[in-house]
């Protein structure tokens, strides 16, 4: 869940501009673009309280071609934070059956969790692939029987979850799917499971106790990872943020409510940079107003080179509140 203190702000571009004021910003930026200035709209500058502005590309002749956060005083920055994107990758583990037996059930066990969006691990489901061996089949026979049977049982879930695919000879694997989000609706939470081979012999016993023969095995190969600063992660934040900033109750009074805008890309490659301060409290109570300003700068594609307007935004807030705070170093470009 995302939860700022009491207000978040979301700001977002792929290049910095560099305008010599507010105004210049307004009539010349080029879409996308975002630029840091002194509160009274002149230049950035030392010390001096600041705000972010972004070309969003509205309707110029009504002034809504651009964003802008809250002030921001250096005095009252806590703390700058920098994250750098990473994608975020599946869980994949791979199954080998290693020994084939006659008359054994082999079976390749998912239990998924989460099951249904509940986000909770405790709510999860079994998903099962069974073979049972005869004379005469190989660990390839048996490894073909495995996979038809999860990828059937996967598609009668809506083959939505997970990928079962045969890699080898005697392997397969089970991947989990990349889930898409819809902005206050569905998160796109990563599919987490954990993987089990199970293999028995089917000789009926009164007395004997059923144990695993070790015949099939699993190992994760991939580690799931839910990545920094993905397009997933950049439409959940600011749909989240946006409430604070536009209407809390959107869509509550449709037809008769107001629209949202909207700028994040699931395609998009965002470092982040999050810049946490806060407003003392004017009056008796002593109290902190905490904010976030958070600026998701896209670098489009993943390359070095494309951190430059990241370190743009980095070198314009060493400027504002150097004195106040410390900020993240540059990254590399080359």
């Known amino acids: 869940m995302f939860g700022p203190n009491q207000v978040g702000e979301f700001i977002t571009g792929s290049t910095y501009e ?11 930026a080029t879409l996308g673009s975002i630029q840091q200035f002194a509160y009274d709209g002149n230049a950035n500058a030392a010390g001096v309280p ?10 110029a002749l009504k002034n809504l071609d651009y964003e802008f956060s809250d002030t921001v005083d250096p005095r009252y920055v806590e703390r700058v934070t920098l994250g750098t994107y990473a994608a975020e990758v599946q869980k994949l583990v791979t199954y080998t059956v290693g020994t084939a037996t006659a008359n054994v059930t082999y079976v390749a066990e998912i239990r998924l969790y989460n099951d249904g969006g509940s986000l909770s691990p405790e709510n999860f489901a079994i998903i099962s692939g069974y073979y049972v061996s ?11 029987g495995l996979v038809l049977a999860l990828q059937r049982n996967v598609a009668k879930r809506g083959n939505s979850e997970l990928v079962v695919a045969s890699t080898g000879a005697a392997t397969f694997t089970v991947a989990g799917k990349f889930q898409t989000p819809v902005a206050g609706k ?12 199970k293999s028995f ?65 699931l395609a998009g490659v965002y470092n ?26 896209d670098k489009v594609t993943d390359t070095l ?30």
Do not use: C
């Open 186 to 197: 569905i998160i796109g939470k990563q599919i987490e499971f954990d993987a089990f081979a």
């Open 201 to 265: 012999d089917n000789a009926f016993s009164l007395t004997a106790v059923p144990v695993n023969l070790g015949l099939m095995t699993v190992v994760t190969t991939t580690a799931a990872n839910p990545g920094n600063g993905t397009g997933k992660h950049a439409i959940n934040y600011e749909w989240f943020v946006k409430g604070y900033k536009y209407d809390p109750a959107r869509q509550v009074g449709y037809p008769a409510d107001f629209d949202t805008p909207y700028y994040a890309s």
């Open 305 to 334: 080179a494309n951190n430059a307007a990241t370190n743009s935004v980095l070198a314009a807030l060493t400027l504002a509140i150097g004195t106040y705070a410390t900020v993240p170093a540059a990254l590399p470009v080359i």
């Open 134 to 144: 005869v004379t005469g089949d190989t660990t390839t026979t048996i490894k073909d």
């Open 18 to 28: 560099t305008e010599a004021s507010v105004q210049a910003f307004i009539t010349n």
């Open 272 to 297: 982040v940079i999050n810049v946490i301060y806060y407003t003392p409290r004017k009056s008796t109570i002593v109290e902190r107003q905490y904010k976030v300003l958070s600026i998701y700068v």
């Open 50 to 59: 600041f705000k972010y502005y972004q070309a969003t590309g509205g309707d």
